[in-house]
Structures are given as C-alpha cells and as structure tokens.
C-alpha cells in the first residue's frame, strides 16, 4: 500500500530488454546462448520509445548480419507491435513458460476444489502445447462448460489468447529449428538490473534517476561500463 490518503502505491512500469546472440546447439539439441553476448537496454518510457531503443541495440550488435533474428516475449501487444514494426520478419516466440500460465488460469477458475482433475486437465494441455498444437488447446477450452458467469469469461478470453497467438506458439518446430522457446535470461535481467537496484523496501525514485541508474545498469551488465566511461572522458 501507498502513503496516500487512496492507499494506492505511486508506481511506474520499466521496461527492459535484452539482446544475445546464438551460433550452437548442445548434444540434446537444445540451444546454447553464447557467453558474454548479452546486452542490455531499458528505461521507464512509453512503447513507442523503447521500441527505438531495443531497435539501436540490436544494430548495433549487428542485427543486419544476423542469418535468423527472433523477437521472444510475453502475451503483451505492445512487444508484438515492436517487432512488427523494427523487426519485420523475425520469428515472433511467446515465452512457453508464460504461455503456460493461461490455461492454468481457466483450470483454476474451472477445477480450484478438485486437484485431480486440475491436473489430469493440465498435463494434457501441457502436452499439447509443448507439441505446438495451440489448436488442440483451445478445443479443450471450448469444450469446458463453465457455471459461473465468470467461468465463461476466463474461457473465453484464454482461448482467444491462444488463437490470436498461435503461430507464435508453434513449440515443437522452434525446438526443431534450434531455437530458444524461453526468456528466461530476460527474467533474469530483471531482478538483476532492475530489481537489485530499484526495487528494494524503502526506495523511492524521480522518472530521471531511475533511468539514470537503469542505464547504468545496463551497460555494467552489458561489459560496456569502461566503454563508457572512456567516452566520457573523451565528451
């Protein structure tokens, strides 16, 4: 809770974003992230203004020479907008683990107070989603028949979730092609470069410091900081 007279926290959102890149695979196949390749950028600002940012990073990794460029994220539309705007054409990945969190919300809503079923339910849309099979997914929604007025409104926003961002979904065939179907080194990021330095009890930000110390943050964690500074001297 806030200090306020509403009891409501003043809080802002920062956004943060990550580039890395990946050349290999390990013995299973699954895709290794190549050490000390990741770089990040963040700030508290609009989409449209991180969307140039996360953008000049990337070029200036070398996004032109990349042979496959892919954007990973969350459900949220305004990522998606960024990619379609400044990363035309990159194979667009909703984070598995994330897109997993959406039928658990409909076996909550639907079997909270009977265990076993939410979790012969579960598995199988697991399964089935790990397969890239989006459509079997939202079936199994469909088929549910919720008794409580908001029942039917968790089903029917969850299976147009997974509708509106099945080709993003396609699991199996990202795993075939070597790709990452989990962003997890950004989550990592955010406790890292954000959390540790601007979310402890007790911290309380202006817009600009906070930005401040998200960029230099970033480029710390990015292995610029003497770059950095060596162009400040120069400045």
Same mark, same amino acid.
């Given at each position: 809770r806030g200090k306020g007279e509403d009891g409501q926290a003043k809080t802002r959102e920062a956004k943060l974003g990550c580039v890395f890149t990946q050349t290999t695979v390990d013995e299973d196949g699954k895709p /290794? =992230?190549?050490?000390?390749?990741?770089s990040y950028v963040g700030a508290i600002e609009e989409a449209e203004g991180f969307g140039h940012r996360i953008y000049r990073e990337a070029l200036r990794r070398g996004l032109p020479r990349a042979e496959t460029v892919c954007v990973i994220g969350d459900g949220a539309p305004w990522i998606w907008n960024i990619a379609d705007e400044h990363f035309h054409g990159a194979t667009q990945i909703i984070d598995l683990y994330h #897109? =997993?969190? &959406?039928?658990?919300? /409909? #076996?909550?809503a639907l079997f909270a107070n009977d265990a076993g079923k939410m979790k012969r339910w579960t598995g199988k849309r697991r399964k089935e989603l790990d397969d890239g099979k989006v459509e079997s997914v939202i079936r199994a929604i469909k088929k549910l028949k919720p008794s409580t007025e908001d029942g039917k409104e968790i089903c029917e926003k969850e299976a147009g979730y997974f509708g509106k961002n099945r080709e993003r979904m396609r699991y199996a065939e990202f795993r075939r092609w070597g790709l990452f179907v989990g962003s997890g080194v950004l989550e990592a990021g955010c406790r890292t470069v954000i959390g540790q330095?601007?979310?402890?009890?007790?911290? &309380?930000?202006t817009v600009k410091g906070a930005n401040s110390i998200i960029a230099l943050r970033s480029l710390l964690l990015s292995n610029r900081w003497e770059d950095f500074w060596e162009h400040r001297?120069? #400045?």
């Open positions: /290794v =992230r190549n050490e000390g390749s990741t #897109a =997993r969190e &959406h039928y658990w919300n /409909v #076996a909550r330095r601007l979310k402890q009890s007790g911290m &309380h930000w001297a120069c #400045a």
